[in-house]
């Protein structure tokens, strides 16, 4: 039951993802293009979700735990640091170049598209190089 | 390339989104974050924490075949980017989301729903070196 309710979520969201348009690399690119072919539509996305997630994250929170696990595992990481904030301006800059994110590229990779996997494939390139970036750190702060 | 804007069916497919990240929490007390999914395929520590994902992850695919079924064709989708560009912003995503610990569904969504700072730093840092990006490399280098 675990894993069939962690599916149906999958495809929920994956519905979420195409029928916002968030799927399409060429609409997120346009929201981002306010001085050319600006598409404001990712806005009322965000909108939409953050809405529903608000309020439904305080109607779960009044439980005491979640149905198929022990308890509620929130992020316990407060740190403003630099990782946080380089990490992410990173991000929006790879967003910007591809228009796409993991989010939209996993339902994406539904449809067939090469490009998609191959997306996949570098962001996943991606999270190993971050690995290696920080093993190597590590390593020069013990030397 | 222009774009239709789309604000009901954008609004509506958020909610979606929102209603997903609304089942994860509810069902396995998880943040829904695409970044933390797909690396979470690449390396995890046992089992139970690998088999969920693989769950919502796959669903998340199915989606585009559901809506195939439905509605007789697949979500539209525009790449108006090379190959090339897709690696380069592929692994900037990875190693930024890597990072700063989050993407546009784990801080964007989640995060800023559950008012926690850190992502109210990191989604507009990211907003803003996206739209930076587009710009320059539309209307600076392509201009």
Same mark, same amino acid.
């Given at each position: /039951?675990?894993?069939f309710f962690a599916l149906l979520t999958g495809v929920v969201f994956g519905l979420g993802i195409a029928i916002s348009g968030m799927i399409d690399p060429a609409k997120v690119l346009n929201f981002f293009d306010v001085a050319g072919t600006w598409d404001p539509s990712l806005a009322f996305v965000m909108g939409g979700a953050v809405t529903v997630t608000f309020t439904g994250y305080r109607l779960v929170w009044r439980r005491s735990a979640p149905i198929y696990a022990a308890r509620f595992d929130l992020p316990t990481n407060? *740190?403003?640091? @630099?990782r946080l904030i380089g990490g992410s301006a990173l991000f929006g800059i790879g967003w910007g170049i591809a228009g796409f994110c993991a989010g939209a590229a996993i339902p994406a990779l539904g449809t067939g598209r090469w490009e998609v996997a191959l997306f996949l494939a570098a962001? /996943? *390139?991606?999270f190993v190089l971050r690995r290696f970036i920080d093993a190597m750190l590590q390593a020069r @702060?013990? *030397? | 390339m222009e774009t239709a804007f789309t604000p009901f069916t954008s609004f509506g497919g958020g909610m979606l989104i929102g209603l997903s990240a609304v089942m994860l929490m509810l069902g396995l007390g998880r943040i829904f974050g695409a970044t933390g999914i797909l690396s979470g395929l690449m390396f995890f520590e046992d089992r139970t924490e690998l088999s969920w994902r693989?769950?919502? &992850?796959v669903g998340m695919v199915l989606s585009s075949g559901l809506i195939f079924l439905v509605s007789g064709e697949l979500p539209q989708i525009d790449i108006p980017v090379s190959p090339t560009m897709i690696v380069i912003g592929g692994v900037i995503v990875g190693l930024g989301s890597s990072f700063g610990s989050g993407c546009t569904?784990?801080?964007g969504v989640c995060g800023l729903s559950r008012l926690s700072l850190r992502s109210m730093? &990191?989604?507009p840092t990211f907003m803003l070196t996206a739209a930076i990006t587009v710009f320059i490399i539309r209307h600076v280098i392509g201009g």
């Open positions: /039951m675990r894993l407060t *740190a403003i640091d @630099a962001v /996943m *390139a991606g @702060a013990l *030397a | 693989v769950a919502l &992850a569904s784990g801080h730093v &990191a989604v």
